[in-house]
């Protein structure tokens, strides 16, 4: 299975939609819940190039994009195959 990282933050409702997404296909991901703040969030800007809105959503260090991107990747067939699905 993939890495998968996802960077939420609370009442966000795309966050919402990604990790139900996810939780559907049965895959195990590591939630970093940025609602205060942090370090973290700064890190998940790096990481997105320049990016700072909820989710961010990586798999195996590849940068996806938000719920949308991943939504996209659904929607093309192509996500299973990211994730080791």
């Given amino acids: 299975m993939a890495?998968?990282?996802i960077y939420t933050r609370a009442f966000c409702g795309y966050c919402s939609r990604a990790k139900a997404l996810l939780d559907?296909?049965?895959v195990d991901y590591e939630?970093?819940?940025l609602t205060?703040?942090?370090p973290k969030?700064?890190?998940m800007i790096q990481r997105a190039n320049g990016r700072?809105?909820?989710p961010q959503i990586f798999i195996d260090d590849r940068h996806i994009g938000g719920s949308d991107d991943?939504?996209?990747l659904e929607h093309d067939g192509k996500?299973?195959?990211l994730i080791g699905g």
Wanted: charged residues 35%; aromatic residues 8%.
């Fill in 24 to 26: 559907g296909k049965g």
């Fill in 79 to 81: 996500l299973d195959a």
């Fill in 31 to 33: 939630e970093y819940d």
């Fill in 41 to 43: 969030r700064q890190e």
């Fill in 52 to 54: 700072s809105t909820y």
């Fill in 70 to 72: 991943l939504m996209a």
């Fill in 36 to 38: 205060l703040g942090g």
């Fill in 3 to 5: 890495k998968i990282e």
